[in-house]
């Protein structure tokens, strides 16, 4: 059996996010933005795991979201994408992130399951309750209006994988949502379970992540209220008598001179944005999910075609180190990263971030 990275509660976590999807987090129109080609997803897998990253994180999208470069058109799916990588890898924990709604929770049980013996127990599972209304038609599905009934179907819907995972006899269930007979999950997880990620923003939604979640994934746009918001969300757990790390995404340009690094940004965030594109994100963000504070959603369209909203890491080494560091004096417990060009950008970030944040002592 393999040690699961997202199981470690010491040291401050780092993974990719998005490298399955066309254009990583960048919504840019240049020529050398991300191509989620299975080859190059391969490629960045590996180096991760000789680097010593902690997990890969992919988005589960159905439709991409327009403009000149129809941005996240292109998808690797997540389970096929994280079962390969994770029969290609050694130490890297993989989350596959599932659409409760799209998705059977007896055939996820499995798949899930499946994955965590490939990866001899390094799986994940990244837990959506659905927002994009747009992917819902596409799929012959209604969203919900109310978080309530989200979050209500995707509870039940985690109930029954989990009593699968943990069951050794057949059952039947009878709840709210689901009808089963006589169904059982043989084999399940290595562990009996996997690390759960959960994304909320929502009052719902955070009832949802703290009761079930290992790990509830939230924007990091003003570090002031980071501070407020993780230490409620920790005592929001405590009260259920659970531990809850609380994740951040991020965007990396890190050059040898900040001048370097802001040109980078410059050129593909703001001179070659694909500002349709980014302003379809904005809008259905605003429209169906509350994943973005909307009173900073407003003030972040840059950030948005930077890096789908990252926490901007610009600039030196040692200045994203100090961005990095920021983060863990928060509160966070790790946080993902994206680059314009994941397999090109990364070795850069290896050799010269990665051995000032062991000599800080979060790694």
């Not at 990719?16 to 254009?23: D, I, L």
């Not at 379970?193 to 009761?211: C, D, K, Y």
Request: hydrophobic residues 40%; contains cysteine.
């Amino acid at each position: 059996m393999a040690e699961n990275l997202m199981l470690r509660r010491e040291g401050f976590k780092l993974g990719t996010f998005s490298s399955n999807c066309s254009s990583g987090m960048t919504v840019t129109k240049i020529p050398e933005r991300w191509d989620a080609s299975w080859e190059n997803n391969l490629k960045l897998g590996r180096m991760l795991d000789e680097a010593g990253i902690d997990f890969m994180l992919p988005i589960a999208r159905w439709i991409g979201y327009g403009g000149e470069t129809d941005f996240h058109g292109g998808v690797l799916e997540p389970v096929v994408w994280a079962t390969a990588l994770l029969a290609s890898t050694q130490r890297i924990s993989v989350f596959a992130t599932v659409h409760t709604a799209a998705n059977n929770p007896v055939v996820t049980a499995k798949q899930i399951a499946t994955m965590d013996q490939v990866g001899g127990g390094r799986a994940g599972l990244n837990i959506v309750a659905g927002w994009n209304k747009p992917e819902y038609e596409a799929l012959g599905l209604d969203l919900p209006a109310d978080h309530e009934t989200r979050y209500g179907y995707a509870q039940e819907w985690f109930d029954v994988v989990r009593k699968l995972w943990q069951s050794d006899t057949h059952f039947d269930w009878e709840g709210e949502y689901f009808h089963l007979r006589g169904v059982k999950g043989a084999p399940g997880p290595v562990r009996g379970g996997v690390p759960i990620l959960n994304a909320a923003g929502s009052g719902q939604g955070r009832e949802f992540a703290t009761r079930n979640a290992d790990y509830l994934f939230t924007p990091a746009i003003d570090l002031t209220r980071s501070v407020d918001e993780i230490a409620a969300l920790k005592a929001q757990a405590a009260g259920k008598g659970r531990e809850v790390g609380v994740l951040t995404f991020s965007h990396v340009i890190c050059r040898e001179t900040e001048a370097e690094a802001r040109d980078w940004l410059t050129h593909t965030a703001e001179t070659n944005a694909d500002w349709e594109a980014v302003d379809n994100l904005v809008k259905l963000q605003f429209a169906h999910a509350q994943s973005f504070p909307h009173d900073l959603l407003a003030q972040i369209r840059h950030l948005m075609a930077a890096g789908h909203g990252g926490y901007p890491l610009v600039g030196t080494p040692e200045q994203v180190v100090e961005g990095i560091l920021s983060l863990h004096a928060a509160g966070f417990a790790g946080t993902t990263l994206s680059f314009v060009d994941y397999a090109e950008e990364f070795p850069f970030f290896r050799d010269r971030v990665l051995p000032l944040l062991a000599q800080a002592g979060i790694r």
